[in-house]
Structure formats: C-alpha cells, structure tokens
C-alpha cells in the first residue's frame, strides 16, 4: 500500500506550522509520474478542508512558507511560487528520507474528515509512526509498540498534554492506533510511579500488503509483558 513518508526532522520540528503534516502528506500525494510537483493553491486549500485565504498569515501563505522550507532544506529543487501555483522538482530526500514515519490515503482522508483537529491529529500519527518498534523479521520477539507519558508525548510535538486523550482517541475512533493505559507501579527504592501509555498499530502493514495475521489486542499484551518483564530488572 503506497503511503506518504513524513520526515521525522519535520515532525520534530516545532517551529513550523502545525500543518506542517497536513502539507507534507498532501504534497507527498500529489507527486506527478515525473517526480514532479505543480499544485493550484486554492485547490489544494480546499482539498485540506480550508477556505482559501491569501491574506498575510492565513492558510494560501502558510502553504506557500511551507514549500520554501521544502526548497530551503532541500526537498525539492527549482521552486516556482506564482500567485496561485507551486512548482517544484522533487528529490530523493521528499521521496526517500533517511528516518520517516508512514501515513497512508485511506487514514489521511479520515483524518481531514474529522474537521478542525486534523493538522494535529495527523502530527500525532507520524510521530507515533515514527516511533512504534517494527520488526524487519518475523523471528524478532520484540512487541511493535511505543509507550510515553502524555506530557512527554506533548512536549516532543508541541501538542498541549491536557488536550492528548482527545486526539488519542480519534486515531482509536478511526481504527488507527490503539491506545492502553498501563497500571501505576513501584519501583526498587519503593518510588511510585504513574501508568505509561501503550500505542501499537490497528493494522500491520508490510511491503507485501496487509498482515492478516496480526493482531493487535494480542500485540498491545506483548507490549505490556515486555515492559514489566524489564521494568523488574
């Protein structure tokens, strides 16, 4: 399944827009046969659920500032910004990047779906993306999961932490990534300390398609049992 490679570097990054993904996958989508990208602006605003807006500071110029970062940092080469269209040539850092998360179409076009929160939303599923363990090898006994507290999490993204249960569950509610709390516990010293979050994937997705033998009740166990088993260390 063909999905957008979200640079983690741009993920991370909290000085950009918080649309920052929602530009990014929408780009990603919109590569040409010739690895090449011409967008009509208002179109584009549209597509993301925005009305356009060409006023300083509204959502046309912070797709614009957006594609300069791209040019800047060398995603893509040969930038044209006219009034209502972006060109550029894509190169093998956009299509490539050493250290990515995935977003897949079918999840990119729920998330818009949701309204308002989508920019935020689709930053939390490629920061998790990022981060949740994937096996290269059926043999690895390693769970696939991620586990955070959620003002970490916040922190790392520049996403309020008071906010993180609501976004945690609409990527539930989209049957994205599950979500466990785990169980408050003391440690050697008798410390106690509060419950982390588990995240693992709904559906396991390979090169080959989908893992119709994964199972993420079952890995979302996996994950807890490996956390306690070297919790106790």
Request: aromatic share 12%; hydrophobic share 40%.
């Amino acid at each position: 399944m063909f999905g957008a490679k979200i640079p983690y570097d741009v993920i991370k990054d909290k000085s950009l827009n918080k649309k920052r993904i929602l530009f990014h996958a929408y780009l990603y989508f919109n590569i040409n046969a010739f690895d090449e990208l011409d967008i009509f602006i208002p179109k584009a605003c549209e597509d993301l659920g925005y009305k356009p807006n060409r006023n300083k500071g509204k959502v046309n110029n912070e797709l614009k500032d957006y594609f300069s970062y791209l040019a800047t940092n060398g995603y893509i080469v040969q930038p044209e910004i006219k009034y209502n269209r972006i060109y550029a040539k894509t190169t093998d850092k956009m299509l490539n990047p050493e250290k990515f998360g995935f977003v897949y179409p079918n999840e990119f076009q729920a998330i818009l779906e949701r309204g308002d929160d989508s920019a935020t939303i689709i930053l939390l599923l490629a920061f998790l993306r990022v981060r949740i363990h994937r096996n290269k090898g059926s043999a690895s006994l390693i769970p696939e999961f991620y586990h955070s507290y959620l003002q970490d999490l916040g922190n790392d993204i520049g996403i309020n932490h008071r906010k993180m249960q609501i976004y945690i569950l609409a990527l539930e509610e989209l049957s994205i990534i599950h979500t466990e709390k785990m169980r408050g516990f003391k440690d050697a010293k008798g410390i106690c300390h509060a419950g982390a979050y588990i995240f693992v994937n709904i559906v396991r997705i390979t090169k080959d398609g989908i893992d119709k033998s994964y199972d993420y009740l079952a890995e979302t166990q996996k994950a807890i049992r490996h956390i306690e088993i070297h919790r106790s260390r």
